[in-house]
């Protein structure tokens, strides 16, 4: 008995406001399909996040729809929960996987906390913040409590856990039943594979790079899913990795050797098929950022299909000394102003400081606005 995990798909996602990312995200998902249909597993968990948004976009839903029929084509039932991504924030809302139930989507939720397939006990519950997480631990003793008859028993979430996120969990690690044979988690986008409880549990992490932070554990450990078979007393998981449709590149480079370092990077860069996302760090020396900005854009910009710098200087030609009259009030919009000099766009600036008091003032919903209206605007969408 096999099954695929996979979680964390993102569609619809335009990473940096670029449409050819978006495009990314949908080319990945369509290949892990494709890997899975010839892996031919019995069938397929899905633990969140399979949008972006929880109002996906249309090409978003349509991807979705063409890779779940491709999978009934094959007799293939994909099981799925609702992410954080996928959840509207309103009581009584639905989550865009409902749209595929006549699809073959069998959708985990509170309605139907789970599922019985070929004997096997499959069941789990949709995202629930930290706020929430007593409900969610009480339904997990439900859950717990229906699968006790069941030889074989998965259960799908997608929380962070304080084993491998301290500060930014939604549930301990001891509020997790350890009576299952797999825990099919989402959320985070790193891979993870447990020894827990009765059997293992496992993060397969996101299919496509969503966060630059990412790129260290996807050199060491690949992006894809999970093929897991559990005819055994103890499952055994093997990793299917994907093949992202373009490089990420990552380069710390010293003031001192910048022109000779350019010109390695570009070299490297005319040998891929496709444009690559680079991120550069100039650091060492006294420049100007400013120059230094220039000069990295005029030499890679064209080549790269984005173009992300850092600046750490030894010290700073031409800066005012901003800190140094202790007998001045700090003026935090002058900071932000001031360190955001580089940029000479009153928007940037405007962005960041209202970004300052909304974030202070706990209103997340009207700066996740504010940042959204920014980008569309700056990349005419």
């Known amino acids: 008995m096999q099954f695929a995990h996979l979680a964390d798909t993102h569609m619809g996602y335009r990473q940096y406001g670029l449409v050819e990312r978006e495009n990314d995200f949908f080319e990945v998902f369509e290949q892990a399909i494709d890997e899975i249909i010839s ?24 991807t979705a729809q063409k890779g779940i029929l491709k999978l009934k084509e094959e007799n293939i039932p994909i099981y799925a929960i609702a992410g954080n991504h996928d959840v509207v924030m309103r009581k009584n809302a639905l989550p865009p996987q409902i749209l595929y139930k006549d699809f073959g989507l069998k959708l985990i939720s509170p309605n139907n906390p789970f599922y019985i397939e070929k004997d096997v006990f499959i069941g789990g519950a949709p995202y629930a913040s930290k706020y929430h997480s007593k409900q969610l631990i009480e339904r997990l003793r439900n859950i717990e409590e229906s699968s006790i008859d069941y030889k074989k028993r998965i259960l799908v979430l997608h929380q962070g856990i304080d084993r491998y996120i301290p500060y930014e969990y939604e549930i301990k690690i001891g509020d997790v039943p350890q009576s299952f044979n797999y825990c099919a988690f989402g959320h985070i986008h790193e891979r993870v594979i447990d020894d827990f409880g009765e059997g293992k549990l496992a993060y397969p992490g996101s299919t496509e790079i969503w966060r630059s932070n990412e790129l260290e554990g996807y050199k060491k450990n690949g992006k894809g899913f999970y093929l897991v078979d559990i005819s055994g007393d103890m499952p055994e998981i093997e990793n299917i990795n994907l093949e992202l449709p373009r490089e990420f590149i990552k380069e710390n480079i010293a003031y001192i050797k910048l022109q000779e370092e350019l010109s390695r990077i570009r070299e490297y860069i005319h040998t891929m098929n ?8 100039v650091e060492g020396g006294n420049f100007s950022r400013s120059e230094v900005y220039e000069t990295l854009n005029g030499s890679l910009s064209d080549s790269c299909l984005a173009l992300r710098s850092n600046y750490k ?14 007998n001045e009030v700090l003026d935090i919009t002058r900071v932000i102003e001031h360190s955001l000099k580089d940029f000479n766009n009153e928007k940037v600036n405007e962005l960041a400081t209202s970004l300052l008091k909304e974030l202070s003032d706990g209103d997340y919903k009207t700066a996740e606005n504010r940042v959204q209206d920014f980008y569309e605007d700056l990349y005419d969408h």
């Open 274 to 281: 496709r444009k690559p996302i680079l991120m550069v760090t």
């Open 313 to 326: 200087p030894t010290t700073v030609n031409g800066e005012d000394h901003l800190f140094e009259k202790s």
């Open 39 to 62: 892996e031919k597993p019995d069938f397929v968990v899905h633990s969140g996040d399979l949008f972006e948004y929880s109002r996906p976009p249309t090409k978003a839903l349509l």
